[in-house]
DNA sequence: CTGAAAGCGCTTACAG
DNA sequence: CTGAAAGCGCTTACAG
């Protein structure tokens, strides 16, 4: 019988009920320790029978903390993005905690004030940061100055491994050159992404380094820097495919370039993979659905999302072990010998 | 000087420096007519100079309602639902109210009990309904039932204007199809959502409607139904591709069935638009991405979802005019008159 | 137009 | 292992 006008029960309706003060409810809710085994029990069994949820709003104002994770991020893909999401929200489920969106632009100069405006006025419990915001150490900072958990995630370990979710990009764009050279492409395309974007250097590097070791070598004007655009696809490509020789397969780093590439190759009259073959990053939606659909290398985006979640979750003292993600190759229809 | 030990200032310190109780404080943050304007304005001046913002969480506790927006959503589209998000943001920005996501499956029986769980365990203080959770009559009787405000986002008119958003995706399939008639297309093919959906009602019915009255009727087999995703596309395009005589343009109720369209009619040697002429819905990235680039169908979603949350912080009482967006035809590539 | 009191539903010290 | 007191930072209901 809740005492409540909402029809929720409170700490006290619990206490009451079991004959024990409101600060044993408290910390039966709170796991603690110090609790009698059968207290414990009666108090578990009370709290299922009556559905009782602690207020979150209440335990976060005694707490000085709220129980809302934020999501930072300032990433154009939008399936990333809701991949992201749900993985985090998977592991947020039944926790308690709820997760809380914020976009921003990092282009913006004070787009950093913001995200602090955004965690000091809603007391975050912590924030999930995804590339390309994950890369910005100036972010990172004020958020330590704050006193603020963070899960970031990045190509490379760029932080304590008790905060850092490493993807490997570059392991993707090994495989990647692996599988151009071992169809037997000598001339090679490689469009890239921004040089300020980690990935795009990871990507990029791991992709020019591995050809090198197999004796591969693309010279300068072989590569060119894509915005991670659609259209800077199709400009890059049209760049590459003038060419001489032409290069017999295009490496895009991620998809939107890649479908950029098709773009280009169809309006030339060449056929994909007959006389061009095409390879993207990221396995978007667009991988699968273009005609012949892509080649491309996969990152596991939910779970990710999940282990980030997960983390912030973790007690601060827990010695967890590293977490990382390796990429790989999808082989779809995109690829074949050079003619 | 904030008393706070996290640096933010409390309603105590403006009421302090103020002269005035927390009471009066209190009363210029929620605007209340009934304080002295003198009073008001250094009150004000003193909030601008400590950048105080009140603690969403306290004030939360007292009012009986979070400062948290929830959008409920069951779309797969993630492109839809990252747009939402935004234009929900761009009007929650400032108003110290945050946007909560809750993804669910309408297709599990309990998803309204969870749906019920997130609302009232939160106290949110009002949600975003985005088709086609925001069809199901079960979920609003249920928020109505625990007093929960809603903006319903749906293809007609399926509440009090005060808490909908009308979409008429009727209308978008109209322009489809005079533009197809125009064209001169007399065999015409028409992949639908899956009839639960009321968008697919709606788009289909517009369709076929609009081309009976200009003496085009559509035979039955020519009409078939998808599941609005790119495997469907496929499947279903292969069926009236089959027919004799063949269609001569499709028109898919998403973009997502449309790029099915597309590797259909690929695979069996077509040539879009000269050989087949396709139309999809929604203006998804995929669709600019094609190649030929799509002709479909776009809705504002971004406004749509900066009006849903506009909606929701509306005072009770405003008499607010009807909200309703109109789709329209966005002519690309991929269609001419038939051969 | 303004304020003192009580309370929202929890937790943090502190004491035992 | 358990609890009474005080407090988190606001608002409601009441009084003036």
Known sequence: MPS???????????ARLAGVSKKTVSRVINRSPLVH?????????LIREHNYAPDPMARGLAFRKSFLIGMIYDNPNAQYIVHMQNGALDSLRGSGFELVVHPCDSK???????VRQFVLQQRLYGVILVPRVSEDQALVDMLREIDCRYARIGAVELDDHT?????????????????????GHRHIGLITGPHRYLSARERGGGFLQ?????????????????????ESGVACAERLLALTPR?????????????GVYKAAY??????????SVVGFDDSPLASRLWPSLTTVRLPIRDIGLRAAA???????????????TPHLVVRESCQPPE
């Not at 913006?108 to 913001?114: E, F, L, Q």
């Not at 197999?214 to 659609?230: D, H, L, M, N, W």
């Not at 309006?267 to 061009?276: A, S």
């Open 4 to 14: 409540g006008s909402s029809g929720q029960a409170t700490i006290n309706d619990i």
């Open 37 to 45: 085994p059968e207290t414990r029990e009666k108090v578990e069994a």
């Open 108 to 114: 913006n100069a004070d787009y950093v004030d913001g």
């Open 163 to 183: 905060s850092m979710i490493t993807t490997n990009d570059r392991e993707g764009a090994v495989e990647v050159a692996k599988y151009v050279e071992s169809l």
């Open 210 to 230: 591995t050809l090198a070791q197999r004796g591969i070598k693309v010279p300068a004007k072989y590569t060119v820097e894509g915005g991670y655009t659609f």
């Open 247 to 259: 290069p017999t397969v295009i490496f895009a780093l991620n998809d939107e370039m890649a479908a």
């Open 267 to 276: 309006r030339l009259g060449l056929r994909i993979p007959d006389q061009l």
């Open 311 to 325: 983390m912030l979750l973790q007690e601060p003292g827990s010695n967890a072990a590293p977490v990382a993600f």
